[in-house]
T-cell receptor
Framework: GDSVTQMEGPVTLSEEAFLTINCTYTATGYPSLFWYVQYPGEGLQLLLK?????DKGSNKGFEATYRKETTSFHLEKGSVQVSDSAVYFCALRNRGYNKLIFGAGTRLAVHP | EAGVTQFPSHSVIEKGQTVTLRCDPISGHDNLYWYRRVMGKEIKFLLH????????ESGMPNNRFLAERTGGTYSTLKVQPAELEDSGVYFC?????????????FGPGTRLTVL
């Protein structure tokens, strides 16, 4: 069945460092891909999404490109801030299905 | 516009007891979803309502879990009797439509601890 694999955390970075969180997926057809973020004490929020191959989702300085050839949707940010400390979840949703399929989440800690 | 709300935020119960979780979706959202995250693992789908009807309950782990959405507004998820492995964070989400590219709006979750 469909699945999402993302890099294990925690990831610890200094402020202004470059961030990459790897995400790969297995799916039939052409799923939509998402990154959700959970800040401490809050619910999941959609960070960005891409609905077809080669689409780039972007928001708040974060970017991810839908790579069908490598079945990947890696999350990147050029310069992280302390306020980016959160848990990041990669997810997919296939056409004809209602559910989101999530990876295990990657905790990011950014220190000054 | 109010977001998805869940109650309680945290529940601690003994094994064998019953717990009922509540979710209030965003007003006007016909689609309501339940997910849970157990032991820091991936978030897993439990079920999906369209209005008051169960569209997909393929993720419900067993018959100790019962979800309802009377009147197509709020939803409850009852666990009876609770077991240790039911501990985790239960998330509710809602959306106005259910296209593959649509955003699902999540609540803050209910953390359930079964002792």
């Amino acid at each position: 069945g469909d699945s999402v694999t993302q890099m294990e955390g925690p990831v610890t970075l200094s402020e202004e460092a470059f961030l990459t969180i790897n995400c790969t997926y297995t799916a039939t057809g052409y799923p939509s891909l998402f990154w959700y973020v959970q800040y401490p004490g809050e619910g999941l929020q959609l960070l960005l999404k891409a609905t077809k191959a080669d689409d780039k989702g972007s928001n708040k300085g974060f970017e991810a490109t839908y790579r069908k050839e490598t079945t990947s949707f890696h999350l990147e940010k050029g310069s992280v801030q302390v306020s980016d400390s959160a848990v990041y979840f990669c997810a997919l949703r296939n056409r004809g299905y209602n559910k989101l399929i999530f990876g295990a989440g990657t905790r990011l800690a950014v220190h000054p | 516009e109010a977001g998805v709300t869940q109650f309680p935020s945290h529940s601690v119960i003994e094994k064998g007891q019953t717990v009922t979780l509540r979710c209030d979706p965003i007003s006007g959202h016909d689609n309501l979803y339940w997910y849970r995250r157990v032991m820091g693992k991936e978030i897993k789908f439990l079920l999906h309502f369209v209005k008051e009807s169960k569209q997909d309950e393929s993720g419900m782990p067993n018959n100790r879990f019962l979800a309802e959405r009377t009147g197509g507004t709020y939803s409850t998820l009852k666990v009876q009797p609770a077991e240790l492995e039911d501990s985790g964070v239960y998330f509710c989400a809602s959306s106005p439509r259910h296209e593959a590219w649509d955003e699902q709006f999540f609540g803050p979750g209910t953390r359930l601890t079964v002792l």
